[in-house]
């Protein structure tokens, strides 16, 4: 399914997949960059290089800022991030310094929809730059999941997780609580446009945090790692690991 057509008069968060042009406008990535403040930096300093991936990159704003973050004292940092709207990706390449060439990019790539794509895409960057890797050390995915949730259903976010879990040793996500999916689907209706496909046929509504948790910990036998904290719009951010037995085939 190809993305809408953007609308600067539409209403912040109107947008089908919430892919709208000015989201950092609204919510900078210093918001979220406030909750790694602890030891979460500190984990990953004996990782070389350091490969991580950013879904749902939108402009690339705060996946800029998370490689920033991770590479203040150290060179062997990587970073990819994904988003399905190609015109958010051409921004996002579009504002990479000369010297992040190599060490930042971006790619338009529908991570639910189009697995096949994503399982060669994913592949080839790691075998580019670390021959033998089968996963990237972190999966960051910030307020995506709700996304996937109104247009693919229950069904989606699973596939969605279960992919962030296949093709990450760590994840860092932060789900939308349903609230925001009402927000969302009344953002639609105020806009006159036509309704999320799944909204009236989800099953996990008010427990959809804890559905991700249950997902993960008992689907993909990772365990939650630490609770962050909470962005600066109140959704909780979340560490999951796999436990160090697990040998997940992708």
Same mark, same amino acid.
């Given at each position: 399914?190809?993305?809408? #057509?953007? &609308?600067?008069?539409?209403?912040?968060? =109107?947008?089908?997949? $919430? /892919? @709208?042009?000015? %989201?950092? #406008?609204? &919510?900078?990535?210093?918001?979220?960059? =406030?909750?790694?403040? $602890? /030891? @979460?930096?500190? %984990?990953?300093?004996?990782?070389?290089?350091?490969?991580?991936?950013?879904?749902?990159?939108?402009?690339?704003?705060?996946?800029?800022?998370?490689?920033?973050?991770?590479?203040?004292?150290?060179?062997?940092?990587?970073?990819?991030?994904?988003?399905?709207?190609?015109?958010?990706?051409?921004?996002?390449?579009?504002?990479?310094?000369?010297?992040?060439?190599?060490?930042?990019?971006?790619?338009?790539?529908?991570?639910?929809?189009?697995?096949?794509?994503?399982?060669?895409?994913?592949?080839?960057?790691?075998?580019?730059?670390?021959?033998?890797?089968?996963?990237?050390?972190?999966?960051?995915?910030?307020?995506?999941?709700?996304?996937?949730?109104?247009?693919?259903?229950?069904?989606?976010?699973?596939?969605?997780?279960?992919?962030?879990?296949?093709?990450?040793?760590?994840?860092?996500?932060?789900?939308?609580?349903?609230?925001?999916?009402?927000?969302?689907?009344?953002?639609?209706?105020?806009?006159?446009?036509?309704?999320?496909?799944?909204?009236?046929?989800?099953?996990?509504?008010?427990?959809?945090?804890?559905?991700?948790?249950?997902?993960?910990?008992?689907?993909?036998?990772?365990?939650?790692?630490?609770?962050?904290?909470?962005?600066?719009?109140?959704?909780?951010?979340?560490?999951?690991?796999?436990?160090?037995?697990?040998?997940?085939?992708?």
């Amino acid at each position: 399914m190809e993305p809408e #057509k953007k &609308n600067d008069e539409f209403e912040p968060g =109107a947008a089908q997949f $919430g /892919n @709208f042009i000015t %989201y950092y #406008k609204f &919510n900078p990535p210093e918001n979220r960059l =406030a909750v790694f403040e $602890g /030891n @979460f930096c500190e %984990y990953f300093s004996s990782h070389q290089p350091l490969l991580c991936l950013d879904v749902g990159c939108n402009t690339g704003d705060l996946t800029k800022g998370l490689y920033e973050m991770l590479s203040s004292g150290r060179s062997a940092v990587r970073m990819m991030g994904v988003d399905l709207d190609a015109q958010l990706v051409e921004r996002a390449n579009e504002a990479i310094s000369n010297e992040l060439e190599s060490k930042l990019q971006f790619h338009t790539l529908d991570f639910v929809a189009k697995a096949e794509e994503r399982n060669q895409l994913l592949s080839r960057y790691l075998e580019t730059h670390q021959s033998g890797r089968k996963r990237f050390d972190i999966a960051f995915c910030f307020s995506t999941t709700m996304w996937v949730h109104l247009n693919h259903g229950d069904a989606g976010l699973e596939s969605l997780l279960a992919s962030l879990a296949a093709w990450a040793d760590n994840v860092v996500i932060e789900p939308q609580p349903w609230k925001c999916y009402r927000n969302a689907t009344r953002r639609r209706r105020r806009a006159n446009l036509p309704p999320f496909p799944s909204f009236g046929l989800l099953v996990h509504r008010e427990n959809v945090v804890a559905h991700i948790k249950e997902v993960f910990c008992n689907g993909m036998d990772m365990e939650l790692q630490e609770h962050l904290g909470q962005s600066e719009w109140q959704r909780p951010v979340l560490w999951y690991r796999h436990k160090p037995t697990t040998n997940l085939a992708i």
